[in-house]
């Protein structure tokens, strides 16, 4: 991926990469003081389209208002500036990156009195993840998910992420695609980057909030294209017990789209899966502009 080009959109203007680079003393760099989104764009046959923009730039928003980052544009200037950038790149099937961070004025554990806001976007190439393969062999990870009272888990911020990173090393070590965390009370939480559905007796369940997990747009895609395809869901704890009994598990997220769970640990799940089958199918058309159901959700540029 590092040899893939990259265009980037700085403060403002689009700049050459070999100037997006960030101060060595940036206390984002330092501390994880920022605020992210991940979005991707499609190739549709009526040109390229960009999934849930403005939901993510609003969720971006969100975060960067619960860390005091200050972000010097209008929601509208953002999407704008996501829509330039991408046709900068050239490209019709990437990944786009949004970036808030706090700059190098202070180090002191307090920046937002005191740090600018700068704003990133990023465009390259970035495949869906395992899209080779059929599906994630995964672990219950022995890294607990953080608490919500310690870390907002519905905020999506740059430093939070290190749960992640140390969850996935492990479950990488260990020979496995991916991590299951729990949560402070033993509940089945997410994945490392992704929310987690099952399937038992025809109803795809997955957890909120209360379980510490973020809301990923992608979730909410699943549970809209549930509604309109009839397929029943329910919003409820996951217990591990609950994962290992399900006839059927999943991941989603912006990178992941939906990928089916081979195995969790010892436990290997029926290569019949129905529903999830249905659901893999009916979001990759949505997105790809094949559904005009969900046409709402994409953004042409």
Not at 75 to 93: F, K, P, Q, Y
Not at 131 to 159: E, L, N, V, W, Y
Not at 179 to 199: T, W
Request: contains cysteine; hydrophobic residues 40%.
């Amino acid at each position: 991926m590092s040899s893939a080009p990259r265009t980037y959109w700085i403060d403002g203007r689009i700049v050459p990469s070999a100037e997006a680079h960030a101060p060595a003393l940036s206390h984002g760099l330092h501390y994880g003081t920022s605020v992210f989104e991940g979005i991707r764009a499609y190739p549709t046959p009526r040109g390229t389209a960009i999934f849930r923009l403005d939901d993510h730039l609003r969720r971006l928003f969100a975060s960067a208002e619960h860390y005091m980052l200050k972000i010097p544009y209008t929601l509208e200037e953002l999407h704008d500036a996501v829509i330039e950038t991408l046709r900068a790149s050239g490209m019709n099937d990437a990944y786009i990156r949004p970036l808030a961070y706090f700059g190098d004025e202070t180090i002191a554990l307090a920046p937002g009195p005191r740090c600018s806001t700068h704003v990133v976007f990023a465009v390259f190439g970035f495949p869906p993840l395992m899209q080779d393969a059929p599906g994630a062999r995964a672990t219950i990870s022995p890294i607990q998910k953080f608490s919500s009272k310690a870390m907002p888990a519905t905020i999506k911020a740059g430093g939070h992420y290190t749960n992640s990173v140390l969850a996935l090393h492990d479950a990488a070590k260990r020979g496995f695609d991916e991590a299951v965390l729990l949560n402070v009370r033993g509940e089945v939480a997410e994945g490392s980057g992704e929310n987690i559905f099952i399937v038992k007796d025809g109803v795809a369940i997955t957890n909120d909030a209360s379980a510490d997990i973020l809301y990923g747009i992608t979730r909410d895609s699943i549970l809209t294209i549930c509604a309109r395809e009839g397929i029943p869901t329910a919003i409820a704890p996951l217990t591990v017990a609950d994962l290992l009994a399900a006839d059927e598990a999943f991941f989603t997220g912006t990178a992941a789209e939906v990928i089916p769970i081979l195995c969790v640990d010892d436990k290997v799940f029926s290569d019949d899966r129905p529903i999830t089958a249905r659901l893999r199918t009916t979001y990759a058309n949505a997105v790809r502009g094949g559904d005009p159901r969900f046409e709402d959700w994409l953004t042409y540029t």
